[in-house]
């Protein structure tokens, strides 16, 4: 297997609020919910950089089709990581975070590695880290 992620997909409890957070709340770019003409499936893609894309798509929807049964959610089963240049930028996108709904679980500080961090949960409980590392080539 080549090492190349092209979706990533978050199950969510109300498909309608969730995009309105990453759509409004956040500013991610979307062509809106599609796939309400199918049985189970409506969702919503998201355009985040060249090749990749984060899709919602909901909790019983993602449970049917995995063949699995619906499991509570836990927010530390993983956490989404988003590096930006400078620690001023992390500020800014936690508070544009914060606005738009999310809780606000460690506000933005220094790390123990050197770098400045915090996180948030979204409407649905997903942990994201918003990090500037200054030794990470995001281009790389």
């Known amino acids: 297997m080549k090492p190349r992620i092209t979706v990533l997909t978050l199950a969510v409890s109300d ?3 969730a995009v309105a957070f990453y759509r ?3 500013g991610l770019h979307t062509q809106g919910i599609i796939g309400r003409e199918f049985a189970q499936g409506a969702v919503a893609f998201f355009s985040l950089q060249d090749g990749f894309k984060l899709a919602l798509w909901p909790r019983e929807s993602l449970a049917a089709d995995s063949a699995l049964a ?5 927010a530390t089963e993983f956490s989404i ?6 620690a001023a930028e992390v500020d800014a996108v936690m508070e544009e975070a914060r606005r738009a709904g999310a809780v606000i679980t460690k506000p933005a500080q220094p790390t123990f590695w050197g770098g400045y ?4 949960q979204d409407l649905d409980g997903h942990l994201w880290e918003v990090v500037f590392n200054p030794d990470f080539d995001m281009l790389g």
Do not use: K, T
């Open 15 to 17: 498909l309608e609020r």
């Open 24 to 26: 409004d709340g956040l």
């Open 70 to 74: 619906p499991a509570p959610p836990s």
């Open 81 to 86: 990581g988003h590096n930006v240049g400078s």
């Open 117 to 120: 961090a915090g996180y948030f």
